[in-house]
């Protein structure tokens, strides 16, 4: 993974590399970009990369998890219900449909899907499953579920044009996540 940084300057400088990856990635295929390529573009030698990621695959990660703590930073993840966490996430990916069509089309969903179970793991959203009704052996799979079920869902959303609705989204995605025989 990358490296979290808490310097003005070592921030400057991973932001500088990712917006680098973002303009080649809207140039040429995601195998096709080299982290030469991208030192080039952000005007970073080879070391400056390494002492902030260690490889090319990192620097997507730090792109999708820059775009969660946007995300959020606009929720109370506590406090909220999963349909409201489920709309502000579904707005928020209409919101910023058009780099997610790049990631889609050049195939860079698989990391979204490891940052999304990461997050779902480590975070919130499973915080919302009543534990009393749950068979303490279901849980792992469950936490692996939510996540495909998420990802399906926005690919699927992606491929029919963003024609759904988000509040249609958010439910039929809690249905399927938390109650799958209730649908």
């Known amino acids: 993974m990358h490296k979290a940084q808490a310097n003005a300057v070592a921030i400057r400088t991973q932001k500088a590399i990712a917006e680098a990856f973002l303009s080649l990635i809207q140039e040429r295929a995601y195998e096709k970009i080299s982290v030469t390529d991208i030192c080039r573009r952000a005007d970073v030698v080879r070391k400056t990369f390494y002492n902030h990621f260690h490889a090319k695959d990192d ?3 730090y792109l999708i998890n820059n775009i969660f703590h946007e995300m959020e930073s606009k929720m109370d993840l506590k406090n909220m219900s999963v349909q409201q966490i489920l709309l502000i996430a579904f707005r928020f990916v209409m919101e910023n449909r058009e780099a ?18 990461a997050y779902i793991t480590n975070d919130h959203i499973l915080t919302k499953l009543d534990n009393r009704t749950i068979d303490a052996r279901a849980y792992k799979y469950i936490a692996a579920q939510i996540p495909a079920v998420l990802i399906s869902i926005i690919e699927t959303w992606i491929e029919n044009g963003f ?13 399927l996540m938390y109650k799958p025989k209730g649908i």
């Open 100 to 117: 997610l069509l790049l990631f889609y089309n050049r195939g860079l969903i698989r990391f979204a899907h490891q940052s999304i179970s």
């Open 163 to 175: 024609a759904e609705p988000v509040e249609f989204l958010a439910e039929l995605t809690e249905a």
């Open 59 to 61: 620097v997507v990660y």
